[in-house]
């Protein structure tokens, strides 16, 4: 009996045998570690995703299609990326309130989260640019005026020089870039909205679109210096032409009625 009492084995051997094998094998972090990271953020992902969606069933789908292939009303969505959809809706031109040559800025309906959620959708559709980072727009320690040479160069033939903005043809206009966000400035650059082109990293460098941001925070800034005085809008020469019309020569005729009146009245006496 004795004999027998000695090879009964503890009630906690087996528990013990367990926790050895669940060692060995990583089980025993499997059983007390949280959910995977990866895959919380995937199902994260995927819920953002649906919920954009349903966003984009009600306020997209009736001009863009089913899945984003475009219709007649509206271009296909697919491979705009991310970084379209939250310029459009941010800034308000989407959805369109109606057809146009060009569809202006506006209030925005959207909360961002909601258009974070509307970006995810879109992305998941097709690559295309994702949202810029702070990092990626801020014109902090940017070099302003390598942004203006950039600026005058690839831009201004639209916006002119100072961002102001000007007409095109057909009904069209380039906007203002006066007190645009940073952010929607980049995005702009790199998905070329309506009829501007798109400037990739492959003709403008991430570290170009950045100079460029800090030019335009500069020259439409407050703390800007016009040295040739007064500067009519920073329109360029249209506005210079049309004021030296209206005020330099109605000077001109203002002052010759005067010499005539003049002359008219010294002949009489």
């Known amino acids: 009996m004795k004999k027998l009492s000695a090879r009964r084995r503890h009630p906690l051997a087996a528990v013990v045998v367990l926790l050895i094998a669940l060692a060995a094998t990583g089980g025993i972090y499997t059983l007390v570690a949280p959910p995977d990271k990866a895959v919380a953020d995937e199902t994260a992902q995927t819920l953002t995703i649906e919920e954009g969606q349903k966003l984009y069933a009600v306020g997209c789908a009736s001009c863009h299609g089913t899945g984003g292939k475009g219709t007649t009303d509206g271009p296909s969505l697919v491979g705009v990326g991310a970084a379209a959809v939250d310029f459009q809706v ?3 031109r989407m959805p369109a309130q109606q057809p146009g040559a060009q569809v202006p800025q506006k209030k925005n309906i959207y909360s961002q989260a909601e258009i974070d959620q509307l970006a995810a959708y879109i992305a998941s559709l097709g690559a295309g640019p994702s ?7 801020s014109p902090e320690g940017a070099d302003i005026a390598k942004g203006g040479e950039l600026f005058r160069t690839n831009c201004a033939q639209c916006h002119n ?6 007409a095109l043809t057909n009904g069209k206009y380039a906007p203002t870039l006066e007190d645009v966000d940073p952010k929607h400035i980049y995005e702009a650059m790199q998905t070329g909205p309506q009829n501007m082109p798109s400037f990739p990293d492959t003709t403008l460098t991430e570290k170009n679109k950045k100079d460029i941001i800090a030019y335009l925070d500069e020259v439409n800034s407050d703390k800007s210096e016009s040295p040739g005085g007064l500067e009519l809008g ?10 030296g019309w209206i005020f330099g020569l109605g000077g001109l005729i203002a002052v010759a009625v005067w010499v005539a009146a003049r002359t008219a009245k010294a002949k009489k006496s």
Do not use: C, D, H, I
């Open 234 to 243: 920073g329109l360029g020469p249209v506005s210079e032409g049309l004021f």
């Open 161 to 166: 020089f100072t961002g102001k903005g000007g």
């Open 90 to 92: 941010a800034t308000g």
């Open 131 to 137: 949202v810029p980072t702070e990092n990626q727009y």
